[in-house]
């Protein structure tokens, strides 16, 4: 069983530039999460998913989009990177969002320069 | 919104002695209260959670307990080893649709043997 698989693991992105953080879990769960973590500011919501085609905005959407085809992937887009998103991006998925345990992916570290 | 407060950010213990890290939230409605771990260069890992309708919750060398009057929680772990050593979040969740935990700042655990 993969769990939360996130790619890619790192990047270093230049400012203005796009890309896609990729996110696939095979436990066929309802939620899903992206998190950006900041040294020693712990974990804050971008956006998250109730299921397929449901997506809302998390603590710090600016600057990101989410799109949610499947119940599976779950992609987390940078239209034009600024220094300011240069941080650890974690997704994870549960099957509730309450009483119940949120799987974490191994983190993609993005460095915008 | 919801705001959880954790201390110490940092705690250095020797093998084998007990680690304690205290969470205080705001929302009175918040009724989830899960504890995650996280290693170096992966993702966060739950450990122990505990509803509001509980005070306290054991898992063998690991306990949280809850005042819900006070709005504080805390993680104890005890006897503990060096694989321990670790970054811990508290995080609480306050329903009525918010499906968002609200993360503490971490707490970065060392156990020297």
């Given at each position: 069983n993969a769990g939360v698989t996130q790619t890619p693991k790192f990047r270093i992105l230049k400012i203005g530039q796009s890309m896609t953080l990729q996110c696939t879990q095979?436990?066929?769960?309802?939620y899903m999460y992206w998190y950006r973590q900041d040294p020693g500011m712990g974990l804050k919501l971008i956006y998250y998913s109730v299921g397929a085609g449901i997506t809302d905005k998390g603590e710090v959407p600016n600057g990101y989009n989410v799109s949610r085809s499947t119940t599976e992937d779950f992609p987390l887009r940078l239209e034009l990177a600024a220094p300011s998103q240069t941080s650890v991006y974690f997704c994870a998925s549960s099957p509730s969002p309450v009483n119940t345990e949120a799987f974490f992916g191994q983190g993609t570290r993005l460095t915008v320069v | 919104g919801e705001n959880v407060e954790q201390h110490p950010s940092t705690l250095s213990v020797q093998e084998g002695d007990s680690a304690v890290i205290k969470c205080t939230y705001s929302?009175?409605?918040?009724?989830y209260f899960p504890w995650y771990k996280q290693e170096l260069g992966k993702g966060p890992q739950l450990i122990i959670d505990i509803r509001s309708n509980v005070g306290e919750k054991k898992d063998q060398r690991i306990a949280v307990t809850l005042n819900k009057t006070a709005k504080h929680f805390s993680l104890h772990i005890t006897?503990?080893?060096?694989?321990?050593?670790a970054v811990y979040f508290c995080a609480a969740y306050s329903g009525a649709g918010s499906y968002q935990l609200t993360f503490g700042k971490g707490t970065k655990l060392s156990v020297i043997p």
């Open positions: 095979d436990m066929n769960h309802n | 929302d009175s409605a918040s009724n006897e503990t080893q060096p694989e321990d050593s």
